[in-house]
């Protein structure tokens, strides 16, 4: 309600609009987050699922290893437990990038029994030829 004296604003003792904010409105951290995330989603455009992993597996790693280097002041510590946390999240994206870079390796065995040789390789999906 405006302020009956015409000097503009509120009535004493009322702020804002009484109705409320209208549903659906954003405020102004919402669109500053959603900014932000418009612009990582754009950084990552055209970059495949695996280059993404990637990425996060060198970031925690490159994290450790400054936070492992960095001098430190007298009488600081290295927190152990934030150490192992971070090492640990690198070691896993790690993981999960591996099969995509590194095959694996198949089982041979060589049976020379008879002066023959019988190569079986068998994959990882329980599948084997002879050669």
Known sequence: MANP???GGFQKGQSGNPAGRKKGSTNK???ELTA???DR???LEGKTPIEIMYEVARAYHQTWVG???APLKEGEKRDPVELMA???K???WAKECAPYFHARLANVTVDN???DYEITVADHTGDQEAA
Request: overall charge negative; glycine content about 8%.
């Open 67 to 69: 936070m492992t280097e």
């Open 86 to 88: 971070i090492a640990d």
């Open 90 to 92: 690198a070691a896993h």
């Open 5 to 7: 004296s015409g000097k």
């Open 29 to 31: 951290r919402t669109r």
């Open 36 to 38: 932000e995330a418009l």
């Open 113 to 115: 029994d008879e002066g």
């Open 41 to 43: 989603i754009e950084s």
